[in-house]
């Protein structure tokens, strides 16, 4: 791996810590969650990564300022998803896994996620013709996303931005409402393995 590249996945990496830990109501710096009695602030920049006090923000600066102007250009916007029609020639998938076939995908919430709670997914592609393919860790919501459908650009233009990956892949947040609807937060895009 060259060194742009490590520096890349570096970058990416602590920015991935830092909205994990914020999603989680923890202080980016010295990881006290938030209580009752300890109420966490957050960077009035970026507005995405929490402290638990001044010190703690001060501290975290020399590191954190690297990704609070990007945190703070890219605000992670959702896109609800259109449920993609049924297409035999991109329904089934070989789970690499496993080394078996995979019946055709689905577009629903996996049974280990809560309405409303964000979770990671795959997404892999780098054409802007061919579909997208979508799916979480468990396969449970797996799906070909085509380039007509509200949210391929989106998606397709995080994919190709991911370094790390040469382009073809890249990990995002998405969530379901108890109607079966998926939103997927293209600016959440980040370095991750299963």
């Known amino acids: ?28 710096r010295c990881g006290k969650f938030e209580s009752p009695k300890l109420k966490l602030s957050k960077c009035a920049r970026c507005k995405r990564v929490q402290f638990c006090s001044k010190d703690c923000q001060v501290a ?3 590191q954190h300022k690297v990704i609070c102007k990007k945190l703070a250009a890219d605000p992670v916007k959702g896109v609800l998803l259109e449920k993609p029609p049924p297409d ?36 892999q592609g780098n054409s802007g013709s061919a579909p997208l393919l979508i799916y979480d860790e468990s396969r449970q919501f797996e799906c070909m996303y085509s380039s007509g459908l509200r949210g391929f650009h989106e998606m397709l233009e995080k994919v190709k931005a991911d370094k790390a990956s040469q382009g073809r892949k890249t990990y995002m947040r998405a969530s379901f409402d108890a109607a079966g609807n998926c ?3 293209p600016g959440s ?3 991750k393995t299963w």
Request: hydrophobic letters at 30%.
């Open 189 to 191: 895009a980040t370095i």
């Open 1 to 28: 791996m060259n060194q742009v590249t490590t520096l890349i996945k570096d970058h990416v990496t602590k920015q991935a810590e830092a909205e994990k830990k914020a999603e989680k109501h923890e202080c980016s």
């Open 88 to 123: 035999d020639r991109c329904s089934i998938t070989l789970n690499w896994k496993s080394g078996k076939q995979n019946s055709p995908g689905s577009f629903r919430k996996p049974d280990n996620v809560a309405v409303g709670k964000r979770f990671f997914i795959k997404v």
């Open 183 to 185: 939103t997927v937060y």
């Open 60 to 62: 975290d600066w020399k």
